[in-house]
């Protein structure tokens, strides 16, 4: 289209060269007839996210070809560009890149000669929206007042008047030393600040600021120094949070609480923070309370440990005499069994002794009684005997009478004879006499036989007895065997109960002991106790508990301690800790 413009025409084109502005130039047919080298600059750096999204597009073949290389939906474009009579503006992202499109119609004697496209990069466009959308995003939420780099306000925000409580009108104009006090502003500090802003340093942090009404406030500020394209500091922009309700909020609990570290615990928050810090009066006001009537019970508590840790501990020691005075009974006890079981062992050993005595007894009981039996069998005979010679006798007796008669009448006869006689007569006199002395003889062989007889009877009846004595003897050395047997039985049943009972005795010992040493633990530990629960009574003493202080209970009197009872000495010669190491001296050593 550019073709016949001569002259003038082309002095605009070499104007449209030197400009910024990036400028393309279509025909009727939208056709590319013109680009600028500022437009062929912004889109030769874009070329490669144009070719991305739109593949037909080549910088070196642009200029000619249609608009439509720009365009996904060409028809809809061109319908556009049809009716287009004014100016019309749009954005387009191609890739990274975002542009700025202003399309402008040209007309010639009203008929449609072509249009003239204004190239933009948005990106700058967008930051500084994204900028001032921040600003007045931060301006909304934050107070904010600009200085020049004397210290001059130049404007403030609505929450930075608020936080102060001066008026626009009270501020813009003079210097910023307004909002502080005189000895701050005149000190070296407050210059080196303000110097410090001027060489471009921000300024971060929490400043006391004094407002309208002289009241402190506090703000959580920065002071950021804004330079213009030569570097040089053209203003100074401060961003700032009133932290006033916080810093009163912290420093009443900070005194709240210098009050809980000295003990008072009757600290109350009573008077209201800003609404925003309420809850957090009432959350400390309700620990308060919470932990008052806490460590109130627990001195409380710590008053009845006491009490009652003093009352074990008096309990426990009393308890700790008695199972001494009983330990040391169960080892008299013990002592004395250990001597028992010795006698009954030596009893049943005795009683062994005479069992086996009286077994021979028995035995010689027996020989004895069959000894006499033989002795009266022999008795028998020797009076069968008696008999048979009392009868010999009887017979030589009988024959000496014969004799004797037969003499008598040889005497007689002799003396009929005479004178022839005497001889025979003689005879006959020897003859009787020697009769008579055998009659004589006779009859005291017959008496020394009866008598023996007699005596043997009476032998015999002896023997006789005393073999039934015997007997009865044997009997009785029996029924003593048996009775002895049954002794020494029940003498070893009894020592072996003895030992049993002994071994019992001597455990119920050792536990008694052993409970005697739990007892003295039990002792020092309720001790501990009480001293640990006086400590901690002392250590609640710091807090000043107000209604929840601890009402002291009255103290019962511990029962008297009572000395131990004097242990008895154990006999040397009864084994009594054998087998039972918890009867031991040395054992004892801890009581």
């Known amino acids: ?31 590319i007839t013109y ?30 070809s249609n608009i439509d290389v720009f365009h996904k939906n060409p028809a809809h474009q061109r319908k556009m560009l049809a009716s287009l009579k004014e100016p019309y503006s749009a954005t387009i992202r191609v890739g990274h890149h975002v542009f700025d499109l202003m399309v402008s119609p040209l007309f010639e004697r009203d008929k449609l000669t072509g249009y003239v496209v204004e190239w933009a990069n948005a990106s700058e466009r967008l930051k500084n929206l994204d900028f001032a959308n921040r600003l007045s995003a931060v301006d909304k939420v934050q107070a904010m007042i600009e200085f020049s780099p004397d210290g001059t306000i130049l404007t403030a925000n609505a929450n930075f008047l608020k936080a102060t409580g001066y008026g626009l009108d009270e501020l813009v104009g003079r ?56 570097g040089r500091i053209v203003r100074i922009v401060k961003f700032a949070t009133d932290v006033t309700e916080r810093f009163n909020a912290v420093h009443r609990l900070g005194e709240g609480l210098t009050r809980l570290a000295a003990g008072e615990l009757d600290c109350r928050l009573d008077v209201p ?141 002799a003396a009929r004879a005479g004178e022839a006689g005497k001889g025979f007569a003689v005879v006959a006199q020897e003859v009787r006499e020697l009769a008579q002395r055998a009659a004589s003889a006779a009859r005291e062989i017959k008496e020394l036989i009866a008598h023996s007889s007699g005596e043997v009877k009476s032998g015999v009846k002896l023997v006789s007895e005393t073999g039934e004595a015997l007997r009865s003897i044997e009997d009785s050395i029996l029924v ?3 009775q002895i047997q049954a002794i020494a039985t029940a003498a070893k049943e009894q020592a072996i109960g003895l030992d049993e009972v002994n071994a019992a005795v001597n455990q119920m010992d050792q536990v008694t002991q052993q409970n005697a040493a739990m007892v003295e633990e039990t002792s020092a530990a309720s001790a501990t106790l009480a001293g640990q629960a006086e400590q901690l009574r002392r250590l609640i003493e710091h807090f000043q508990l107000g209604n929840d202080a601890p009402q002291r209970p009255v103290t019962r009197q511990a029962p008297a301690k009572t000395q131990p009872a004097a242990r008895p000495v154990r006999r040397a010669a009864v084994p009594a800790t054998q087998g039972n190491a918890a009867l031991k001296q040395e054992s004892w050593s801890e009581f």
């Open 175 to 230: 210097h910023h030393s307004m909002l502080v006090d005189r000895d701050h502003a005149a000190s070296a500090d407050y210059t080196a600040f303000w110097a410090a802003l001027n060489r471009g340093e921000a300024q971060v942090g929490e400043f006391a600021r004094i407002g309208r009404d002289g009241r402190r406030v506090l703000l959580n500020a920065s002071y950021n120094p804004i330079a213009d394209e030569r």
């Open 480 to 482: 003593v065997n048996t």
């Open 273 to 413: 923070f800003a609404p925003d810090f309420e809850p957090l009066r009432q959350n400390f006001n309700t620990a308060i309370t919470s932990l008052s009537h806490t460590l109130g019970a627990v001195a409380n508590a710590s008053v009845e440990i006491d009490l009652h840790s003093s009352e074990v501990s008096s309990g426990a020691s009393d308890l700790s005499q008695r199972t001494e005075r009983q330990a040391a009974s169960l080892e008299e006890t013990a002592a004395a069994l250990d001597e028992i079981t010795v006698n009954v062992q030596n009893a049943a050993a005795r009683s062994d002794e005479a069992r086996k005595a009286a077994e021979q007894a028995k035995s010689s009981a027996s020989h004895s009684a069959m000894v006499m039996g033989e002795a009266i069998d022999a008795m028998a005979r020797i009076e069968d005997s008696s008999n048979k010679i009392s009868s010999i006798i009887g017979v030589i007796d009988e024959i000496s009478f014969q004799t004797n008669l037969l003499a008598l009448n040889a005497g007689v006869e």
């Open 1 to 31: 289209m550019f073709s016949k413009f001569t002259g003038h025409n082309r002095a605009r084109l070499d104007a449209l060269e030197a400009i910024k502005a990036r400028v393309m130039i279509a025909d009727a047919k939208l056709n």
């Open 35 to 64: 680009l600028n080298g500022a437009v062929r600059e912004l889109l030769s750096e874009a070329e490669s996210d144009l070719r991305a999204e739109l593949p037909r597009f080549s910088m070196a073949t642009l200029v000619g």
